[in-house]
């Protein structure tokens, strides 16, 4: 390909003439073949806070908040979150019992350049090395990828977060650094590393999650037979 250049001769990148800023996240009701993903709202309060408070501290070590320690304190933490205007979250739900097991959101969103981040994971244990993880995720991505039409997918961890780090790659983002000293949370410092998947890049990760997703690549006891890895190569 060949590289463009501008009448001083140096080089620029793509042209975007065309180029219209991005829906801001809203509501949203996907409904996948295990996981069901949708706007986090207070119905969904009494069964998270069972959810969580079954699930080992230890999943809170890298998230601002501590683990619920009583209902009242964790129902206005999530209310915040409901009425937040800068980060949206969402509830993950078991498609079979319709109950939510965890949350995300997306935030730092930039609609004028389509750059968009999955931030505050909260999967309960319930939820943790399944199914209906992998494929909360998958319908994330394609909300913001077909639906919003964003351009850039960022996902970004403390560097010490080793099960964060591979969950992102994973599925698909790609490493791209770290930032040193960047944040300041639970009285301790954290370098931030930082991954991204491309809207040009989707299209190839959706396949390979669809097909491992797909109910033959799982046994009776939903075993997966073949790794997300594999269909990717």
């Not at 961890?157 to 698909?172: E, F, Q, V």
């Amino acid at each position: 390909m060949n590289q463009r250049l501008n009448k001083y001769n140096q080089p620029i990148g793509e042209e975007l003439s065309n180029w219209q800023k991005r829906k801001f996240p809203s509501d949203m009701y996907y409904v996948g073949k295990y996981t069901i993903v949708t706007r986090l709202s207070r119905t969904h309060i009494k069964e998270l806070y069972n959810a969580y408070k079954n699930s080992h501290p230890s999943n809170w070590t890298y998230l601002p908040e501590e683990p619920p320690h009583n209902y009242e304190e964790f129902e206005q933490t999530l209310l915040e979150k409901i009425e937040s205007s800068t980060h949206i979250y969402y509830a993950v739900l078991n498609k079979e019992t319709n109950k939510p097991l965890g949350i995300f959101s997306l935030m730092r969103i930039d609609q004028a350049n389509g750059v968009i981040e999955v931030g505050n994971i909260n999967f309960s244990d319930a939820l943790r090395r399944t199914r209906i993880s992998t494929e909360a995720h998958y319908l994330l991505a394609m909300y913001v990828f077909e639906e919003l039409q964003y351009r850039r997918y960022e996902w970004k961890c403390d560097s010490l977060n080793a099960p964060s780090i591979k969950t992102a790659k994973r599925l698909g983002f790609k490493y791209e650094g770290t930032f040193r000293n960047a944040v300041i949370y639970k009285n301790r410092s954290r370098n931030t590393s930082w991954f991204s998947m491309l809207i040009e890049e989707w299209p190839l990760h959706k396949q390979a999650l669809t097909q491992w997703l797909a109910e033959e690549n799982f046994d009776d006891k939903g075993v997966q037979v073949q790794r997300l890895e594999t269909f990717k190569q």
